[in-house]
């Protein structure tokens, strides 16, 4: 950036000045060259501050650490620096205790809580694990599925009436569960954390959700198998009184204000997945 030309520099050094000379007894001396300005390369951003990440760095650190997941769809400036920035992030994300994790074909980028490799001494955690229910995990499965089956026959996107998945969860009922009215409220429960966790995402119309693409990291292809195998077998047995009789689909998730399920943060998570049971901030 260049500053404005002294006018007394100027003149001192004007050949073709004839009141002012530039040696002898009467020379004029040059002004002294102003005070440095702060340093451009400073990524201070407020009185104090000591951080070494620029503006946009930190944005995208935080939409890590605040969401369970980010995506080019949700949060497009915050993807392109974590693409940019993504060795720097990561080391940030390190010193937390943390895994960065970004999904470049699936276009997904999240936490997960680092295990100690001696398994002596646990790091302290900012994320717990936590289960998904038995509806949350019979909808997984039924949107990994069906967001397979679109974009295999071309489609951009994948939507989901909401009373299909009422109906697929349906189809898993017992027959000797007659509370219908209970079972149908767990399901709009696994729907709305479903929602929170951003694996389904709001349309103008609130009876239809887009399926994320999240979706097929939170459910690799061979979770996916071991989840309809469980789902196939368990059907007839399970307790009626009971929330959560599934296999491991636990996910590492953040407590977060507007509480989530199944991105780790965001994902059925057995330290191979997103962050999948937390709640976004």
């Known amino acids: 950036m260049t500053s404005e030309t002294d006018p007394t520099v100027a003149a001192t050094t004007d050949?073709?000045?004839?009141?002012?000379?530039?040696?002898?007894?009467d020379a004029v001396a040059p002004a002294e060259?102003?005070?440095?300005?702060?340093?451009?390369?400073s990524f201070a951003l407020f009185e104090g501050d000591e951080?070494?990440?620029d503006a946009a760095q930190r944005r995208a650190l935080v939409a890590?650490?605040?969401?369970?997941?980010?995506?080019?769809a949700l949060q497009p400036a915050e993807w392109r620096t974590v693409l940019e920035s993504e060795s720097l992030l990561r080391s940030r994300l390190n010193?937390?205790?943390?895994?960065?994790?970004v999904d470049r074909s699936a276009e997904v980028a999240f936490k997960r809580q680092a295990g100690s490799e001696s398994g002596r001494r646990p790091f302290p955690t900012l994320l717990h694990d936590t289960s998904y229910s038995r509806e949350e995990t019979i909808l997984l499965v039924y949107l990994r599925t069906r967001l397979r089956t679109e974009l295999a026959n071309g489609a951009r996107a994948a939507i989901v009436e909401h009373d299909e998945l009422l109906g697929f969860v349906a189809s898993f009922r017992p027959e000797h569960a007659t509370d219908r009215a209970r079972d149908d409220g767990r399901v709009e429960r696994a729907i709305d954390k479903l929602?929170?966790?951003?694996?389904?995402?709001?349309?103008?119309d609130a009876r239809r959700h887009r399926i994320a693409s999240v979706v097929e990291t939170l459910l690799p292809l061979e979770r996916l198998q071991e989840l309809l195998e469980w789902l196939e077998t368990q059907t007839a047995t399970v307790d009626p009184a009971s929330e959560q009789p599934r296999p491991d689909a636990d996910a590492d998730s953040d407590d977060e204000s507007d509480g989530t399920a199944a991105e780790s943060q965001d994902s059925?998570?057995?330290q191979t997945q997103p962050p999948a049971a937390e709640d976004d901030r």
């Open 64 to 72: 890590l650490l605040k969401h369970r997941y980010v995506s080019p």
């Open 95 to 101: 010193e937390l205790f943390l895994e960065l994790e």
């Open 51 to 53: 951080g070494r990440l």
């Open 33 to 41: 060259a102003p005070l440095a300005g702060p340093d451009d390369d």
């Open 268 to 270: 059925p998570d057995d």
């Open 195 to 204: 929602l929170t966790a951003r694996v389904l995402l709001r349309t103008k």
């Open 15 to 25: 050949s073709t000045s004839d009141d002012l000379t530039t040696d002898g007894p």
